[in-house]
């Protein structure tokens, strides 16, 4: 199948306003006869079927948890992006476009990323009107901050709990559409398949996973907002049960899956500190603000502190490497997530690194603490205040700044990061990659759409931080809402799709035959055994750094390892009750398959950009090489059976607006 | 270090629930307590047991899935932490740990530790929101501005996580801090002032209806709260419903 990327022609700023403006409507009355599955209640999908439901569409929404505000959205800390230029230093609409398509190392499509920075001035607007509290400040206006990959100060924060903030404003709106009886919400039901009804998407089966029980729902569309998957790492920041089921049954039936590849490793996270270790903790983009990243730059100094002999504090100013100041002067703290976690492990695997298993830098605040206590100092009138004065003072203002963040590491590190530098590594955080989606968000499958972190529309090879809330709102609020009624103004005369078809029982059948394949393994390891072992060999083959014998060895490695899960897996309970290990199970087995096709990706694409490094293509000083004459497209992958005999399928990707430049942050 | 747990296991909703003995060897000191709880498992299912079931999800404090009352406390020892951030640090070798459901009228017991909290979303919808459609077509987001201490107080109040902890730990089983945040949120922020009267008459009715006990000040929830969550806003609750009931068109 040839992909139709669906772009509109004209010029790149008009072709939103005029598409909009063209798509066919659907009248009220029609609309009440039209039934949409959303799949996923973060911010994309509370933001989306609240929309749907208000324009007067027949809603069911699904989430896993018990409640459609445990989203894992709500754990997103720093911000949230738009092209306000409120701070008056010179951002528009188009340097936020540009910055985006840049910071995805020109892997993205413009016509996408364009819609995205225009929408993302109404989401500010529409969040503030829901009661979204941000961040003020004292004349009453909104407050913002700098993250990486920018030289601007666009980013519109809550303390560091801007996504809990717009997720709750999501759900609060979500709410008020179930209160009226528009939305039908299910919570705790999974989405175990999708139901195909003459080549459409026409619904799906979900489980309930309280009772056991398998349902079908069916629906004119379906969208999957059901975010990334980057547990494929079993060690990410993602919650526990962040999954990529829903996604990978599409995909199994007949969505393409668009360069699985590009994941995005998160340079400040709490490094790993044992082997029963379940989840990475994130800290902040946010404060590359303020901290700055440094390691002994004396060989001998790095393994006296792993040692335990020597602290950092007591290692003088010029004993230190604040590495990425010293190689991107013009950027320093804030380069982008994928160049600074390069360096981060470039720096560790020479033998800098600084804990007891050598794989973390220091983050560190002093001499922040020590600027905003002088600033304080003055704006008090304080004549020749002492070094601790000034120190105390500072102590105060960032931890107004980002209180919550030292809380979170104090408790669980315990080390007091005003007092000591943090300790922080490259975690998995984000997969860029996703289901194939065109200019209306709607994937290969008729029907069946994907918004937010579950596409893989708009950060290209690379995301830049505060970006993907910003998507995941836009897709939600701003853009399928519309594009959704292109595809459904053609179906006012299809009437209710029945469940009771064959195609839906079908797609019921396979569940449970499914469900009981996993109860009858009686197997001898637990589904985290399997679940651990693939994540050590994405880690370590489809991480931060990859080869071609790498990649080849990883594919070898998980195609036995799914064997050995079939053969040995034990789950134990019954199928029809609540069963997490039983769900877990589930998850794992797509993971299992989707591990092989990121190896295959990566595999393929031969050259270096934004998160996808390859070992083979660097320069001469360790930075990415892209091949823009062979590279400058997307893969989307078709599922034939089995991964290892996926169809590559590439859009090619034109840049018309922006020139492809080898991106630079010296 | 080596421990004994005794964890409260129930087949079902219906089922008679018990405390049930586990001991346990080489828990680590930086496990975190639910990840000890998967270490547990791990060795229930070694030895053909079915695993605790227990609600978690982001295990970094945020998302409120997950409970358990733990040596009595909920969230168990510490302060503003939820359980997913207690680490076994807290503990040490040769003790015993009582580990419960959150208990309340108005949350079921589902399986072993897991419990339905569905009670909180029913609330929410009675009136938790801003009626404003997602057109994008509001007015400037600096159009109006608020006052900084507003701003902030109503951020406080915001970082509720739902987890129930406040319920849990009351003596009547109320939701009064829950359902303040909520209003309180809205109250200090001038786009929840047009529905602000039928907010808190709605809200406080739907959280009688589903069960939740009263408040009698005795501030358990603002201490055992994870968010530090001020009873402040239960005042101010107070004052808004009794603004409300006096003055409200209804």
Same mark, same amino acid.
């Given at each position: 199948?040839?992909?139709?990327?669906?772009?509109?022609?004209?010029?790149?700023?008009?072709?939103?306003?005029?598409?909009?403006?063209?798509?066919?409507?659907?009248?009220?009355?029609?609309?009440?006869?039209?039934?949409?599955?959303?799949?996923?209640?973060?911010?994309?999908?509370?933001?989306?079927?609240?929309?749907?439901?208000?324009?007067?569409?027949?809603?069911?929404?699904?989430?896993?948890?018990?409640?459609?505000?445990?989203?894992?959205?709500?754990?997103?800390?720093?911000?949230?992006?738009?092209?306000?230029?409120?701070?008056?230093?010179?951002?528009?609409?188009?340097?936020?476009?540009?910055?985006?398509?840049?910071?995805?190392?020109?892997?993205?499509?413009?016509?996408?990323?364009?819609?995205?920075?225009?929408?993302?001035?109404?989401?500010?607007?529409?969040?503030?009107?829901?009661?979204?509290?941000?961040?003020?400040?004292?004349?009453?206006?909104?407050?913002?901050?700098?993250?990486?990959?920018?030289?601007?100060?666009?980013?519109?924060?809550?303390?560091?709990?801007?996504?809990?903030?717009?997720?709750?404003?999501?759900?609060?709106?979500?709410?008020?559409?179930?209160?009226?009886?528009?939305?039908?919400?299910?919570?705790?039901?999974?989405?175990?398949?999708?139901?195909?009804?003459?080549?459409?998407?026409?619904?799906?089966?979900?489980?309930?996973?309280?009772?056991?029980?398998?349902?079908?729902?069916?629906?004119?569309?379906?969208?999957?907002?059901?975010?990334?998957?980057?547990?494929?790492?079993?060690?990410?920041?993602?919650?526990?049960?962040?999954?990529?089921?829903?996604?990978?049954?599409?995909?199994?039936?007949?969505?393409?899956?668009?360069? !699985?590849?590009?994941?995005?490793?998160?340079?400040?996270?709490?490094?790993?500190?044992?082997?029963?270790?379940?989840?990475?903790?994130?800290?902040?983009?946010?404060?590359?603000?303020?901290?700055?990243?440094?390691?002994?730059?004396?060989?001998?100094?790095?393994?006296?502190?792993?040692?335990?002999?020597?602290?950092?504090?007591?290692?003088?100013?010029?004993?230190?490497?604040?590495?990425?100041?010293?190689?991107?002067?013009?950027?320093?703290?804030?380069? !982008?997530?994928?160049?600074?976690?390069?360096?981060?492990?470039?720096?560790?695997?020479?033998?800098?690194?600084?804990?007891?298993?050598?794989?973390?830098?220091?983050?560190?605040?002093?001499?922040?603490?020590?600027?905003?206590?002088?600033?304080?100092?003055?704006?008090?009138?304080?004549?020749?205040?002492?070094?601790?004065?000034?120190?105390?003072?500072?102590?105060?203002?960032?931890?107004?700044?980002?209180?919550?963040?030292?809380?979170?590491?104090?408790?669980?590190?315990?080390?007091?990061?005003?007092?000591?530098?943090?300790?922080?590594?490259?975690?998995?955080?984000?997969?860029?990659?996703?289901?194939?989606?065109?200019?209306?968000?709607?994937?290969?499958?008729?029907?069946?759409?994907?918004? =937010?972190?579950?596409?893989?529309?708009?950060?290209?090879?690379?995301?830049?931080?505060?970006?993907?809330?910003?998507?995941?709102?836009?897709?939600?609020?701003?853009?399928?809402?519309?594009?959704?009624?292109?595809?459904?103004?053609?179906?006012?005369?299809?009437?209710?799709?029945?469940?009771?078809?064959?195609?839906?029982?079908?797609?019921?059948?396979?569940?449970?035959?499914?469900?009981?394949?996993?109860?009858?393994?009686?197997?001898?390891?637990?589904?985290?055994?399997?679940?651990?072992?693939?994540?050590?060999?994405?880690?370590?083959?489809?991480?931060?750094?990859?080869?071609?014998?790498?990649?080849?060895?990883?594919?070898?490695?998980?195609?036995?390892?799914?064997?050995?899960?079939?053969?040995?897996?034990?789950?134990?309970?019954?199928?029809?009750?609540?069963?997490?290990?039983?769900?877990?199970?589930?998850?794992?087995?797509?993971?299992?398959?989707?591990?092989?096709?990121?190896?295959?990706?990566?595999?393929?694409?031969?050259?270096?950009?934004?998160?996808?490094?390859?070992?083979?293509?660097?320069?001469?000083?360790?930075?990415?090489?892209?091949?823009?004459?062979?590279?400058?497209?997307?893969?989307?992958?078709?599922?034939?059976?089995?991964?290892?005999?996926?169809?590559?399928?590439?859009?090619?990707?034109?840049?018309?607006?922006?020139?492809?430049?080898?991106?630079?942050?010296? | 270090?080596?421990?004994?747990?005794?964890?409260?296991?129930?087949? =079902?909703?219906?089922?008679?629930?018990?405390?049930?003995?586990?001991?346990?060897?080489?828990?680590?000191?930086?496990?975190?307590?639910?990840?000890?709880?998967?270490?547990?498992?791990?060795?229930?299912?070694?030895?053909?047991?079915?695993?605790?079931?227990?609600?978690?999800?982001?295990?970094?404090?945020?998302?409120?899935?997950?409970?358990?009352?733990?040596?009595?406390?909920?969230?168990? !020892?510490?302060?503003?932490?939820?359980?997913?951030?207690?680490?076994?640090?807290?503990?040490?070798?040769?003790?015993?740990?009582?580990?419960?459901?959150?208990?309340?009228?108005?949350?079921?017991?589902?399986?072993?530790?897991?419990?339905?909290?569905?009670?909180?979303?029913?609330?929410?919808?009675?009136?938790?929101?801003?009626?404003?459609?997602?057109?994008?077509?509001?007015?400037?987001?600096?159009?109006?501005?608020?006052?900084?201490?507003?701003?902030?107080?109503?951020?406080?109040?915001?970082?509720?996580?739902?987890?129930?902890?406040?319920?849990?730990?009351?003596?009547?089983?109320? *939701?009064?801090?829950?359902?303040?945040?909520?209003?309180?949120?809205?109250?200090?922020?001038?786009?929840?002032?047009?529905?602000?009267?039928?907010?808190?008459?709605?809200?406080?009715?739907?959280?009688?209806?589903?069960?939740? =006990?009263?408040?009698?000040?005795?501030? *358990?929830?603002?201490?055992?709260?994870?968010?530090?969550?001020?009873?402040?806003?239960? *005042?101010?609750?107070?004052?808004?419903?009794?603004?409300?009931?006096?003055?409200?068109?209804?």
């Amino acid at each position: 199948m040839a992909l139709d990327s669906k772009v509109p022609a004209g010029d790149l700023a008009d072709k939103w306003t005029k598409h909009k403006g063209e798509i066919p409507l659907v009248s009220p009355a029609n609309k009440r006869l039209m039934d949409v599955i959303v799949v996923g209640t973060g911010l994309a999908g509370a933001s989306a079927a609240a929309s749907l439901a208000e324009m007067g569409y027949n809603v069911k929404a699904f989430c896993f948890q018990d409640s459609p505000r445990r989203a894992h959205s709500i754990a997103a800390q720093g911000g949230i992006n738009a092209a306000k230029n409120y701070q008056n230093d010179g951002d528009s609409v188009y340097r936020l476009f540009y910055d985006t398509i840049k910071g995805g190392d020109y892997r993205s499509r413009e016509a996408n990323v364009h819609r995205l920075a225009e929408v993302s001035r109404n989401i500010i607007d529409q969040c503030v009107a829901q009661g979204v509290p941000f961040a003020r400040d004292y004349g009453g206006l909104l407050d913002n901050r700098s993250f990486g990959g920018v030289q601007v100060s666009r980013t519109f924060y809550a303390k560091g709990q801007t996504g809990q903030q717009l997720l709750l404003g999501a759900y609060s709106a979500l709410n008020r559409q179930i209160a009226k009886g528009r939305v039908k919400m299910y919570a705790r039901h999974e989405m175990q398949e999708l139901v195909m009804v003459d080549g459409k998407a026409r619904g799906i089966i979900a489980k309930n996973l309280v009772t056991g029980e398998f349902e079908r729902h069916g629906a004119h569309a379906v969208l999957l907002c059901t975010g990334g998957y980057g547990n494929v790492f079993f060690l990410s920041t993602n919650a526990m049960g962040s999954n990529v089921t829903a996604a990978w049954k599409a995909h199994r039936k007949g969505a393409y899956m668009a360069n !699985p590849c590009f994941t995005q490793i998160h340079p400040t996270c709490i490094p790993v500190s044992g082997e029963n270790q379940s989840k990475l903790t994130l800290m902040s983009e946010s404060l590359r603000n303020d901290g700055r990243i440094w390691v002994p730059a004396k060989k001998e100094d790095a393994e006296a502190i792993r040692a335990g002999k020597l602290h950092p504090n007591d290692i003088a100013e010029e004993n230190r490497d604040y590495y990425l100041e010293r190689r991107y002067p013009a950027f320093g703290n804030l380069v !982008p997530r994928d160049v600074a976690s390069r360096a981060a492990k470039e720096r560790c695997d020479a033998g800098y690194g600084i804990n007891k298993t050598g794989e973390a830098v220091y983050l560190d605040f002093a001499a922040a603490i020590m600027r905003y206590g002088a600033e304080e100092a003055h704006v008090k009138g304080l004549k020749n205040p002492s070094d601790a004065e000034i120190k105390a003072l500072g102590e105060k203002v960032v931890e107004a700044k980002y209180g919550n963040l030292f809380q979170m590491y104090e408790k669980i590190t315990a080390s007091n990061p005003y007092k000591e530098p943090m300790m922080i590594y490259p975690a998995v955080h984000y997969t860029m990659g996703g289901l194939w989606v065109d200019y209306n968000l709607m994937t290969t499958i008729p029907g069946c759409f994907a918004l =937010g972190e579950a596409n893989f529309s708009d950060h290209g090879a690379n995301r830049l931080g505060a970006s993907a809330l910003m998507q995941g709102l836009a897709d939600g609020y701003f853009v399928a809402p519309y594009t959704v009624g292109e595809f459904l103004s053609k179906d006012i005369r299809t009437g209710t799709i029945p469940t009771d078809s064959k195609e839906f029982e079908e797609a019921e059948n396979a569940c449970r035959q499914r469900t009981e394949m996993f109860m009858n393994v009686n197997g001898t390891k637990s589904v985290d055994y399997f679940h651990k072992k693939l994540g050590k060999i994405m880690w370590n083959e489809v991480g931060m750094a990859r080869s071609k014998d790498g990649l080849e060895q990883a594919i070898k490695d998980i195609q036995a390892l799914r064997e050995d899960f079939y053969a040995n897996v034990r789950v134990l309970g019954a199928a029809n009750g609540m069963n997490p290990e039983l769900d877990k199970a589930g998850r794992v087995a797509d993971f299992l398959e989707l591990g092989e096709l990121m190896a295959k990706d990566a595999l393929e694409r031969n050259e270096s950009c934004g998160g996808h490094f390859r070992e083979e293509y660097q320069s001469a000083e360790g930075e990415a090489l892209r091949d823009d004459e062979n590279f400058t497209f997307v893969s989307a992958w078709e599922y034939t059976g089995v991964p290892a005999e996926a169809n590559l399928h590439k859009e090619e990707l034109v840049f018309e607006n922006v020139e492809l430049k080898t991106r630079s942050y010296k | 270090m080596d421990l004994t747990l005794k964890i409260w296991r129930q087949a =079902g909703p219906e089922a008679k629930g018990e405390m049930k003995t586990y001991p346990i060897q080489g828990v680590e000191e930086d496990m975190s307590f639910l990840e000890m709880l998967d270490y547990l498992n791990d060795q229930l299912i070694d030895q053909g047991i079915e695993p605790v079931v227990f609600d978690h999800d982001c295990r970094e404090g945020i998302c409120g899935m997950c409970s358990l009352f733990i040596n009595g406390e909920a969230h168990g !020892p510490g302060r503003k932490v939820t359980t997913c951030q207690l680490h076994m640090r807290e503990f040490k070798s040769g003790d015993t740990i009582y580990i419960e459901p959150f208990r309340a009228k108005a949350f079921p017991v589902i399986k072993d530790l897991m419990v339905d909290r569905t009670s909180f979303d029913r609330i929410q919808r009675s009136g938790g929101y801003i009626s404003v459609n997602t057109s994008g077509n509001t007015i400037d987001a600096n159009a109006i501005p608020v006052p900084k201490t507003d701003a902030d107080k109503a951020f406080d109040a915001a970082t509720c996580i739902g987890c129930g902890a406040c319920v849990a730990t009351c003596k009547n089983s109320s *939701a009064m801090l829950f359902v303040s945040a909520k209003v309180s949120q809205f109250s200090l922020l001038p786009q929840g002032q047009p529905e602000a009267k039928e907010r808190v008459l709605n809200m406080v009715n739907q959280m009688d209806l589903e069960g939740f =006990g009263n408040c009698t000040n005795t501030g *358990a929830c603002e201490v055992e709260c994870p968010k530090g969550i001020s009873l402040e806003n239960i *005042a101010r609750m107070n004052r808004d419903y009794l603004f409300a009931s006096l003055s409200s068109n209804k």
